[in-house]
């Protein structure tokens, strides 16, 4: 992006500044509400006007960015509250894993608990074929 920048502006800034070196003749401004008049070289206006208008154009633009920094300002702070409820939130899923192994641990299971579901299909045979 810079190299374009430069591809496009180096070229405008030289063709300014040749135009305004070579009119140095002198102008007279009159500044119209009042009686004011000054003259200064056609130079030094055309470069003056030039730095007026890039900064007209830079503070313009930033002003038309203010809602996309507002908007992310308040992204901002929502990321950094969820985050936190994230960080809280995976706290208590690592008690709750623990709780979990600690009643594993303790609680253990019964041996009748423990009987296969394949020793029932035994029920349905007569007491003569399991023996």
Known sequence: MIFFKVLIGLPIIVLLLVFAFVNNNMVELSLWPTDIEVTISQS?????????GYIMGWFFTWLSYAPIRK???SQKK??????????KLNKEVEDLRG?????????????????????????????????
């Open 44 to 52: 030094v206006l055309v470069v003056l006007l030039y730095v007026v």
């Open 71 to 73: 908007a992310l300002r």
């Open 78 to 87: 929502q990321n950094l509250k969820m985050t936190k409820e994230q960080a």
């Open 99 to 131: 709780n979990i192994d600690v009643l594993k641990s303790v609680v253990t299971p019964k041996d009748e608990d423990k009987k296969p579901f394949f020793a029932w299909k035994n029920i349905f045979k007569s007491k003569a074929d399991k023996n």
